[in-house]
């Protein structure tokens, strides 16, 4: 196997790593900050609100709406080609972030109700998104 063909690592730093061993263990944790309550997903260094670098992390349901989707085509990595064309999915989370994840069902229609979960590809968390098929989901 070339390196080219080798699933590029998620960022190992301060901080990012909290949410990637939460993910790895099925869990989807979002940034609180620590001076204006404000919800953050993706894990930043700095509140995009209040500028505090205070951080907390919270355990999202996973549960959200369909916001966008976009069907990928072109591989921004060589490893993802054989894998063409899929989906990824913005997700409206209840609490308040979008996330984004690649897609598992049929047909999408904005506002859709989906929960995400994570596979784990070469020890690597991959989040993905399905439909909500009933209460139990």
């Known amino acids: 196997m070339s390196e080219l063909t080798v699933r590029p ?3 190992d730093n301060d901080v990012s790593r909290p ?3 939460a993910a790895a263990n099925g869990q989807l944790l979002i940034q609180k900050c620590g001076s204006c309550s404000a919800l953050r997903h993706y894990p930043r260094l700095i509140c995009d609100q209040c500028y505090s670098n205070a951080t907390e992390w919270i355990v999202a349901s996973g549960r959200g709406s369909i916001h966008s989707w976009t069907i990928v085509h072109h591989a921004f990595h060589p490893a993802f080609k054989e894998e063409l064309p899929y989906t990824l999915v913005t997700v409206d989370l209840d609490e308040g972030p979008r ?10 229609t904005i506002r859709d109700r989906v ?6 590809d070469n020890d690597t968390p991959i989040l993905f998104f399905k439909p909500v098929l009933s209460l139990k989901d």
């Open 9 to 11: 690592k998620p960022p």
């Open 115 to 120: 929960i995400g979960h994570f596979n784990l």
């Open 19 to 21: 949410y990637w061993k």
């Open 99 to 108: 996330a984004i994840g690649r897609w598992l069902g049929d047909k999408l």
